[in-house]
């Protein structure tokens, strides 16, 4: 018998590797002969640690578990039992392209990988040329899924016909972003998926060099990255020729050191050539001038991770998934007061409302939901009233808000969004890389400001509106340039917060 | 970090730091690696790396001081985060926060009297869905309450 428990980071966070250890030490004790695997996680996050029983090729789920739960799930008798996990509504609902294998596998098999698909697009991107790849990336409509939404075939394009003696896949592992996950369980669930799409990429614009800039806050998903790293080169899958075909990628991690604006693609570049992690001026391009001034193409994970499924099933199933010009499926992460939170990946075009309310179930604490922030600490609030707003690049930009890379916080109505537009310039002033004065200055004003609108000082909004414009025209980067999303939002969408008495202040 | 590091001697700097000369960018890799080994960057090791990249020492210390990672100083020995994004925010990490650092006598970055825990803010473990979140050292935890964080603290001798 076959038993998996996750080794993904949210599940540890609640206590996985204790369960995985009463599992083995009680079939050991009753003689039973059991083989504990260990997963990702299938991002049911409420349901962690979550074991699956395999019988017949069937995995049957329990969740969540304890070490105590134990016994009575061998026994067969556990009231923890929720049945066939393919078959839990939450599973059922979703179009897993990106996370097929993301807590099916065991992460750093590469037969059981290739057991689930794994490696079928390489192969075919092997008989193809440079040209040939990019193009299936441009027609698949595949966008950025790193913040801005960008075709990656275009960028590809950019590389490929850049001419130059050395040109670089960086993959943007940086994920600082509240409310998101997404890279982190691809990273410690499937990091041969990663390591297949920065091989494509790398064999589709020309490049011969990958790394992944992955943040300190990482420590499982680096050791995880690092191990599959070492296996992929051992089997031929990284190196002077792979997989047999003459071409050569190789690739390294490296590792962030806790600076948010790292994840911001020509940050993270000067970082990684040992520089402080300021922002660039564009032009020149990273595609054009990026790692030690060479061409190099910069994606987030999920990007790189959805290509080796373009190229396995073509652009064309792809394409057929989504609304609009939103393109394929998107890996939604669900976060902060709700009852089920998780990674839902979905065809683009789900209203929000939906995923709030139905997927996830509504708050935890079973009061309203007064806010949802979509797209990180640089995403709008948003307010129910806009719940029909269906997930769509597009869709969300008309609605006053972004998608970025698609973390979905809910907040119920307890939420001071006074205080949450406080800490959005609070943020911006800790993290800011100090190039742009707007930015640096601008959001400790911004602090400033909301203070004393807290302290009943109504004359301080238009003055906060004011500064708010200040940022977003006269900053380089959208840290100083959005951070007056989740602040104007907030100001508009919840004006009774900031509607303080000099009287009721503190 | 949970048991005192050694003091660092130039010759040991010198061989980490020789290490990773072969990366294209090899500072952070370098500095990472110091600390790994140190607990923190030994100052002593600035003019080292200076030299070995033949930039100055006062640009190290400018790449060294942009990272919230790299300590110029130990911390305690153990480190202890506490999430203060949003999503772990939505689910009272503030309040989780503020009763932690009374607890410890503390306030962000310091470290207790005895030595034992330094506590730190960290703006998103990718824990968002488990909030609210911390990490002690490497070990990550998840819906931290009032009596799991004791009971981590406890451990870490706080
Ligand atoms: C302040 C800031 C932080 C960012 N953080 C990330 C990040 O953590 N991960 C990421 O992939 N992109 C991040 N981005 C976006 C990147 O600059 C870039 O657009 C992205 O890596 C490109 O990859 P994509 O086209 O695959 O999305 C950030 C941007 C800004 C301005
Ligand atoms: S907006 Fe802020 S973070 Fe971005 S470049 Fe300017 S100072 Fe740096
Ligand atoms: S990273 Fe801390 S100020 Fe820029
Ligand atoms: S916001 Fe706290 S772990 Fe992500």
Redesign the pocket.
């Known amino acids: 018998m076959r038993i998996w428990v996750p080794r993904d980071s949210a599940a540890k966070a609640l206590g996985a590797d204790d369960v995985a250890k009463a599992v083995a030490t009680e079939a050991a004790s009753r003689g039973l002969d059991v083989e504990v695997k260990r997963n990702g996680t299938r991002g049911m996050i409420w349901l962690e640690p979550l074991v699956e029983v395999e019988q017949d090729g069937t995995r049957m789920g329990f969740g969540p578990v304890s070490p105590a739960d134990v016994p009575a799930i061998l026994d067969g008798t556990s009231d923890k039992a929720l049945g066939a996990v393919d078959d839990l509504d939450w599973m059922r609902r979703q179009d897993r392209l990106t996370f097929a294998r993301v807590g099916v596998i065991d992460p750093l098999d590469l037969s059981d990988y290739e057991a689930h698909g794994g490696l079928a697009g390489l192969r075919r991107a092997i008989a193809m040329s440079g040209e040939e790849i990019v193009t299936e990336v441009t027609e698949s409509g595949l966008r950025g899924r790193g913040g801005a939404g960008f075709p990656t075939g275009i960028k590809w394009t950019t590389v490929l016909n850049a001419q130059a003696d050395r040109k670089y896949i960086v993959c943007n592992a940086d994920e600082g972003d509240s409310g998101t996950f997404a890279d982190r369980m691809i990273m410690e669930g499937d990091p041969f998926c990663l390591i297949e799409g920065m091989a494509i990429a790398g064999l589709g614009v020309g490049a011969t060099k990958g790394y992944v800039y992955l943040r300190s806050e990482y420590p499982d998903a680096i050791a995880v990255m690092e191990e599959a790293v070492r296996v992929g080169r051992a089997a031929g899958l990284l190196g002077g020729d792979v997989l047999g075909s003459g071409k050569a990628f190789d690739m390294e991690i490296r590792v962030g050191a ?5 994840g911001e693609e020509t940050s993270l570049l000067n970082s990684m050539e040992g520089k402080r ?1 300021v922002v660039r001026a564009k032009p020149p391009l990273p595609a054009l001038e990026g790692f030690m001034g060479k061409p190099t193409v910069v994606n987030n994970v999920l990007s790189l991770a959805t290509v080796p499924v373009i190229l396995e099933k073509g652009a064309a199933h792809y394409a057929g998934f989504g609304l609009g010009r939103s393109k394929g499926t998107m890996p939604i992460q669900i976060a902060g007061n709700v009852k089920r939170g998780g990674l839902f990946e979905t065809g683009f075009g789900m209203p929000l409302g939906e995923l709030v309310n139905d997927v996830a179930g509504g708050t935890a604490s079973g009061r309203p939901v007064k806010a949802v922030q979509v797209g990180g600490p640089l995403g709008a609030y948003l307010h129910p009233d806009q719940f029909d707003t269906p997930f769509g690049y597009e869709e969300f930009d008309q609605a006053g808000g972004l998608i970025g890379h698609a973390g979905v916080v809910v907040f119920d109505d307890s939420a001071d969004m006074l205080k949450m537009a406080r800490f959005a310039m609070e943020f911006c002033a ?5 190039k742009c004065t707007p930015c640096r200055i601008g959001a400790v004003r911004g602090v400033e400001t909301i203070d004393r609108i807290a302290e009943g000082d109504a004359e301080a909004i238009p003055l906060l509106t004011d500064l708010c414009k200040t940022m977003k025209d006269g900053s380089l980067c959208a840290l100083g340039g959005f951070t007056p999303f989740p602040v104007m939002s907030a100001v508009e969408r919840f004006p009774d917060d900031f509607a303080r008495h000099r009287e009721a202040a503190e | 970090m949970s048991a005192p590091m050694p003091a660092p001697t130039e010759e040991e700097v010198r061989a980490i730091v020789s290490g990773q000369l072969h990366l294209e960018g090899p500072l952070l890799p370098i500095l990472h690696d110091l600390q790994h080994t140190f607990g923190h960057v030994p100052r002593m090791a600035l003019q080292v790396i200076a030299d070995a990249l033949n930039i100055t020492r006062a640009e190290v210390h400018g790449v060294m001081s ?3 990672d790299f300590r110029e100083v130990p911390a305690g020995h153990h480190v202890v985060k506490i999430c203060r994004a949003e999503a772990c925010q939505a689910m009272g990490a503030e309040a989780l926060a503020a009763r932690t650092l009374e607890k410890l006598g503390t306030a962000w970055h310091g470290t207790t009297v005895n030595g034992a825990v330094t506590v730190e803010p960290v703006y998103c473990l990718g824990l968002c869905a488990c909030a609210p979140a911390a990490m002690v050292d490497d070990r990550v935890v998840g819906r931290v309450d009032d009596a799991k964080m004791d009971r981590l603290l406890r451990e870490a001798g706080a």
Do not use: K, M, P
């Open positions: 806790g600076a948010y604006v790292c992690g800790v993290e800011s890389c100090g | 942009f990272y919230h």
